[in-house]
């Protein structure tokens, strides 16, 4: 089947610890994108990636890091420096990034993180 | 900057009834994109339609459909004769030219719809 997969989809923290949330996509689309999504509230932008070996941060990027290795994968790693990582983690991409393409931005299932 | 407001935040409607999403948007850019997206519980967005601001016409999906009005800078959606399944959460959200593809998201309209 053609989409998204974020792994995994429930995941608990303990204080103090990283973790990495994975992001795959067989779409074949150059951009990738991590939103945040709190209870109740819209989507924010932490990083995107137009390209392989290539990422801009977002609104909200501090206490996260990424990397685009390969076309296919884009996972965030959630750093202990990240005050309230609680929270819908959402993976995205798009066939490009290009200014005025106004490609359609396509979701992954989404990953539940908690910390405790 | 790009906003999206949906004033709305729930919406309760029983089953068959016609509801309306609001969705007020505000930028700078000359070409811009607005897209519609559904959220059920089980979390994912599902894209629902992409509208560019060239193209006001109105659009009809079975039981959806979208009015698009520059003047008042809107991009409502109405739902026909509501299903319980239509239960989600619905985000509204723009991107521009000046944004690159980066999509400025809505806060959302949590819509229930009882049997």
């Known amino acids: 089947d053609g989409g998204i997969t974020q792994s995994p989809k429930y995941l608990f923290r303990k204080e103090g610890q990283n973790v990495t949330l994975s992001c795959e996509q067989n779409l074949n689309h150059d951009a990738m994108y991590w939103y945040r999504q709190d209870p109740g509230q819209g989507l924010r932008l932490i990083y995107y990636?137009?390209?392989?070996?290539?990422?801009q941060k977002g609104d909200i990027a501090e206490g996260y890091s990424v990397s685009r290795e390969k076309k296919e994968s884009f996972p965030l790693t959630v750093t202990s420096a990240q005050k309230n990582p609680t929270a819908f983690y959402l993976c995205?991409?798009?066939?490009?990034?290009?200014?005025?393409?106004?490609?359609?931005?396509?979701f992954g299932e989404g990953s539940w993180l908690t910390v405790v | 900057a790009q906003k999206v407001t949906q004033a709305q935040t729930e919406i309760s409607v029983v089953e068959k009834e016609d509801v309306t999403l609001d969705c007020v948007y505000e930028t700078r850019d000359t070409t811009y994109y607005l897209f519609w997206y559904k959220q059920p519980p089980s979390g994912e967005l599902v894209f629902l339609i992409r509208r560019n601001s060239f193209d006001e016409q109105n659009e009809i999906s079975g039981r959806y459909s979208w009015n698009f009005q520059k003047s008042t800078s809107s991009f409502n959606f109405t739902i026909t004769a509501s299903q319980v399944v239509d239960s989600a959460v619905y985000f509204c959200?723009?991107?521009?030219?000046?944004?690159?593809?980066?999509?400025?998201f809505g806060g959302g309209t949590r819509l229930m719809v009882k049997p």
């Open positions: 959200a723009l991107s521009g030219n000046n944004a690159g593809n980066m999509l400025t």
């Open positions: 995205a991409s798009s066939e490009t990034s290009t200014a005025s393409s106004g490609n359609t931005i396509y």
């Open positions: 990636s137009q390209i392989v070996n290539d990422f």
